[in-house]
């Protein structure tokens, strides 16, 4: 069956060190997000890809790249880690071509200390 | 500036009761998705609504999308305690691109 699984589910790291979270679909989906969820906040989309060497900012984009170098994966940076990106991470795929239900990872939860 | 407006934000019912739980915006959107989520889980998507007025049941959920396509509700008949969760509604905007942007959600616990 065709998933999308993120890497790692928990992390813990430093104030100020690059972090790097995965995600991996196999559904052959053109388009890929990258959300946070904070109480209060719901979930606020921090980049998105329509496809392969395409990469959009979204609305809490700053202190965060992504890049598409393949179908299947989205990686999200973390340039220099900040206390308040402490956050739960979703990885979201869609179809695309105006086909927008989208499927989500388990999501990983970063904290940042 | 949300989007999407989720209302109630809480809701705590007795198992039996029915409910219903809204999704409101300004903007016209081309469809909106309504998703379940569980703690310690990423969302699941439950239905997605395309014509404005359009109804779907799932079971004991039914989903309406406005005829304006710019707001949807959710109602639960007979809630179960396995109903208890985070509902979120979604949507992408008409004519713009396939970006999916998400309500603040509604958490429902049914009581036993």
């Known amino acids: 069956d065709a998933e999308i699984t993120q890497s790692p589910r928990h992390k813990i790291t430093e104030t100020g060190r690059q972090v790097t979270l995965a995600c991996h679909q196999t559904w052959n989906h053109n388009n890929m997000f990258w959300y946070r969820q904070d109480l209060g906040h719901g979930l606020r989309l921090i980049h998105y890809?329509?496809?392969?060497?395409?990469?959009n900012k979204g609305e809490v984009s700053d202190g965060y790249s992504v890049s598409r170098s393949n179908t299947e994966d989205l990686p999200l940076t973390l340039e220099s880690a900040a206390s308040s990106q402490t956050s739960v991470y979703f990885c979201a795929s869609s179809e695309g071509t105006g086909i927008t239900e989208a499927f989500f990872g388990q999501g990983t939860r970063l904290t940042v200390v | 500036t949300q989007l999407l407006e989720q209302s109630p934000q809480f809701l705590s019912i007795q198992e039996g009761e029915n409910l219903t739980v809204y999704c409101n915006s300004s903007?016209?959107?081309?469809?909106l998705q309504w998703y379940r989520q569980e703690p310690g889980e990423g969302p699941v998507l439950l239905v997605t609504v395309v014509t404005g007025g359009e109804v779907k049941k799932l079971k004991r959920l039914t989903f309406q999308f406005g005829d304006a396509r710019k707001d949807s509700s959710l109602h639960i008949t007979a809630a179960q305690t396995g109903d208890t969760g985070l509902y979120l509604c979604a949507g992408a905007l008409m004519n713009r691109d396939d970006k999916i942007i998400f309500g603040k959600g509604t958490r429902l616990h049914i009581l036993p």
């Open positions: 903007s016209v959107f081309s469809s």
């Open positions: 890809s329509y496809g392969v060497q395409d990469t």
